[in-house]
């Protein structure tokens, strides 16, 4: 049972380039989630899912796209890479159905550097 | 939407001392609440939460969070620190829809030997 994969773990871009990120999980979760995480700002929700086929902004959406055609995976895309989308990026998934007492369980991060 | 607030993005303690970190959120109604620690190079790990069955809530490694309604506060406390405790920990609540979770922006734990 491997939970939620991330890769790659590493990435260095260059601006303008493009970059798909991918996570994997195995818990048969409904809902999955893109967070970034930056110092001194905590986590911040990029985009998320409630289920196959749909997809949600979140706080932070603008320079991402991302998809979900399958249950298992949840894939964030880069288009045109900016600096300010340096970050260490974490992939996370949750119970199936609308519960909010259902924890989140994170992969290990993605640590993304666009110079 | 609701927000999180940890006093205190820094905290030392000695080995074996009181650890106590703070947190706050602001909900109008019910919150779920959780805390999460994060070692290095890592993802974050589930180390308790509160559902509503018991406002102490005891979660792995020895830690415990109180939830105070009158406070709006969920501090996670650790009667002894250990050096293996040191990490990051975020301090998190969801909506009741359970879609969207708020984190705070972390406190780090330095155990001093």
């Known amino acids: 049972n491997a939970g939620v994969t991330q890769t790659p773990k590493f990435r260095v871009l260059k601006t303008g380039q493009s970059m798909t990120l991918l996570c994997a999980q195995d818990m048969n979760h409904e809902y999955m989630y893109w967070y970034r995480q930056d110092p001194g700002m905590g986590l911040r929700l990029i985009h998320y899912?409630?289920?196959?086929?749909?997809?949600a902004k979140g706080e932070v959406p603008d320079g991402y796209n991302v998809s979900r055609l399958k249950k298992q995976n949840f894939l964030l895309g880069l288009e045109s890479a900016a600096p300010s989308q340096t970050s260490v990026y974490f992939c996370?998934?949750?119970?199936?159905?609308?519960?909010?007492?259902?924890?989140?369980?994170f992969g290990n991060g993605t640590r993304l550097t666009v110079t | 939407a609701q927000s999180v607030t940890q006093l205190g993005s820094h905290v030392s303690v000695s080995e074996g001392a009181l650890v106590l970190l703070r947190c706050n959120y602001s909900?109008?109604?019910?919150?779920?609440l959780f805390w999460y620690v994060q070692y290095p190079n890592q993802g974050l790990q589930l180390l308790l939460k509160?559902?509503?069955?018991?406002?102490l809530v005891k979660g792995i490694n020895g830690f415990e969070a109180e939830f105070k309604k009158s406070e709006t506060s969920f501090h996670l406390t650790k009667p002894s620190a250990h050096m293996s405790d040191a990490a990051e920990y975020f301090c998190a609540v969801s909506e009741d829809t359970g879609n969207q979770f708020y984190f705070g922006t972390g406190t780090s734990l330095t155990v001093i030997p």
């Open positions: 899912s409630v289920g196959e086929g749909t997809t």
């Open positions: 909900s109008s109604v019910p919150p779920y």
């Open positions: 996370a998934s949750s119970y199936p159905g609308s519960r909010a007492n259902s924890p989140l369980h």
């Open positions: 509160y559902t509503s069955a018991a406002t």
